[in-house]
């Protein structure tokens, strides 16, 4: 489904991304692990059209990934989550989740702004689809709060929420459970393993959480320093020496 | 006249005063909210706009068709100002954007002085003469009309924002560009239909304030130093704190020139800037203005 191959990226003096490759099989779930600074969230960046790599090639259900537009991606069924959220706080929940629905509509801009009644069906159809995911999460409660102040557990889910409501083939999940309770990461596990069942999704997981990343993944690879050190089924890489060192090495 | 009566009705021309400096007001504070960008050319691209009006009704077009083709027009320029000017610069250090604005006000000054020269024009006055008379209280018909046209817009513009599609993903694209686009908004887009809409509510100010300034190139000067002072008051970030901090700037702009002796008419100009000065003091946010940008 998904192709990475030679991927670089530079900043300046820093290679966050040095050659990396790997592939993604359709309805698999890949975990990316590694250090801070390993170079993780740049990944999430290129396949997304955030930033745009200085070598290398990303194949996407065959097509060429990066020429793209950043706006084209959630189009073609990609969607992600961000380690530090990417909600729209002013928003209510309800109404995060319908930006992201909104993509699927089908009345343009310039209908949607002059022809009313079909507006109204549109806007009810995105209305119900909304409260559709938002009941699947649990979030019903909420639906009609603004996004910010909400406790950060929730967020989470509203923001798990939002990336869903692209209705993606392809989701990223950048830490996920960063930040929330043991309790807490027992349930996203949970819900994260039926949602990705119910919407026949292929994932790929950012997550230093380890009982998080063996339980839900099929495939670990792990970066160091932007380059790729290990990949294979999760208890093999993490019994991998390099591994091993290289989460030693940043722990000492 | 009882002082009572004479309160109410230096309000009631504060508030046809102040719903001009809430629309202008509202347009800056739609690019703020947009692109975090302060329009120094705000004024003048409504200035701009009430020449095109004054253009269509010198060569015959009554005033009521005027004015909706003058809005269309100035929707249109906003759209093209964005890309145009400030695309090239989106993203740059805030001084930059400061100095784009500024530069935008300078060319647009003196592009309406060459074009249509810097001798004061007559705009005509769309609203009949006299008024009503409301409990002792005399009120304009132009006064009335400024009221009606400015709510008008506030309404239409709310309906916009918080019931319909677009509204949302404009809303969406204020709140949060990068999550946005990834949602697959096409983010330039609805900037452009931002500082558009923006346009737009200038004009509206300008067509509005031109038969009480007369029409030449520096009338909206003073008309923007007003409208900073609302969107200051109301909080830079906020529609409806623009809308309230206008009326209230008009209502204290015209007490003070009543009952202020020192004040009187031609220290009137003073009262902005002291509004201006004291809010960024006491409540830097203003009234309905958040403390600091959250990011969850
Ligand atoms: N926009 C940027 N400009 C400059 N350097 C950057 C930028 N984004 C990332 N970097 C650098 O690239 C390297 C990789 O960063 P990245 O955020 O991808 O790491 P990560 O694996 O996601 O780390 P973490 O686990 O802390 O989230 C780091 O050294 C970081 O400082
Ligand atoms: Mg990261």
Same mark, same amino acid.
């Given at each position: ?252 | ?178 999550? @946005?686009?990834?949602? =697959?908004?096409? %983010? *330039?887009?609805?900037?452009? #239909? ?6 737009? /509510? +200038? !004009? ?37 704190? @623009?809308?309230?901090? =206008?009326?209230? %700037? *008009?209502?204290?702009?015209? #007490? ?6 020192? /004040? +009187? !008419? ?31």
């Amino acid at each position: 489904m998904l192709t990475v191959d030679g991927i670089t990226v530079r900043f300046g003096g820093i290679t966050a991304l040095d050659g990396v490759a790997f592939a993604v099989e359709a309805g698999s779930a890949v975990g990316l692990i590694g250090p801070n600074g390993a170079g993780k969230t740049t990944l999430f960046n290129c396949l997304t059209r955030r930033c745009t790599p200085d070598a290398g090639t990303v194949r996407y259900e065959g097509e060429d990934l990066l020429g793209l537009a950043p706006h084209a991606v959630a189009r073609r069924g990609i969607a992600r989550t961000f380690q530090n959220l990417g909600l729209f706080p002013r928003l209510t929940v309800r109404e995060n989740v319908m930006v992201g629905a909104h993509t699927r509509g089908r009345a343009g801009h310039l209908a949607a702004a002059l022809r009313l009644p079909r507006v109204r069906q549109e806007e009810a159809r995105l209305r119900d689809q909304a409260d559709e995911l938002l009941r699947r999460l649990d979030l019903s409660d909420v639906a009609d709060r603004p996004a910010s102040g909400l406790p950060f557990g929730t967020l989470k889910r509203v923001e798990l929420a939002r990336a869903l409501a692209v209705r993606p083939r392809l989701l990223l999940l950048d830490e996920p459970v960063n930040g929330l309770s043991h309790g807490e990461v027992d349930d996203f596990a949970d819900l994260v393993r039926a949602i990705r069942q119910d919407f026949d999704l292929t994932l790929v997981v950012v997550e230093h959480h380890m009982g998080f990343v063996m339980g839900l993944c099929d495939r670990v690879v792990c970066l160091d320093f932007g380059r790729k050190i290990a990949e294979g089924p999760p208890e093999q890489v993490q019994r991998d020496p390099a591994v091993i060192e290289a989460y030693l090495g940043v722990a000492a | 006249m009882s002082a009572v009566t004479e309160l109410l009705q230096q309000t009631v021309e504060g508030v046809g005063a102040g719903a001009v400096y809430a629309s202008l007001a509202l347009a800056l504070v739609l690019i703020h909210r947009f692109t975090g960008i302060v329009n120094f050319a705000q004024g003048e691209l409504a200035m701009l706009s009430t020449y095109v009006a004054w253009q269509l009704m010198a060569s015959g077009m009554p005033f009521w068709l005027a004015l909706p083709v003058t809005l269309a027009v100035s929707f249109v320029g906003g759209m093209l100002v964005e890309r145009v000017v400030i695309r090239p610069v989106e993203g740059a250090p805030e001084l930059t954007l400061v100095i784009v604005t500024v530069g935008l006000f300078i060319f647009v000054n003196a592009a309406a002085g060459l074009i249509w020269s810097f001798t004061v024009k007559d705009f005509p006055q769309p609203f009949p003469d006299g008024g009503i008379d409301l409990a002792g209280v005399s009120v304009g018909w132009s006064t009335l009309g400024i009221i009606g046209v400015v709510a008008a817009v506030m309404g239409l513009l709310y309906l916009l924002f918080q019931h319909t599609s677009v509204g949302l993903v404009m809303r969406a694209v204020a709140a949060n560009p990068t999550s @946005a686009r990834l949602s =697959g908004i096409r %983010v *330039g887009r609805v900037l452009m #239909l931002g500082w558009g809409l923006a346009a737009t /509510v +200038g !004009a509206v100010s300008g067509v509005l304030v031109a038969p009480l300034l007369f029409l030449e190139p520096n009338m909206m000067g003073g008309v923007l130093i007003y409208a900073f002072a609302a969107a200051t008051l109301g909080g830079f970030d906020s529609p409806v704190g @623009a809308v309230v901090g =206008g009326l209230l %700037v *008009g209502i204290a702009e015209t #007490l003070a020139g009543a009952y202020v002796d020192v /004040v +009187g !008419a031609d220290l009137k100009i003073g009262v902005p800037l002291v509004i201006i000065l004291v809010v960024l003091l006491v409540r830097p946010q203003g009234l309905f203005g958040r403390a600091a940008v959250e990011r969850a």
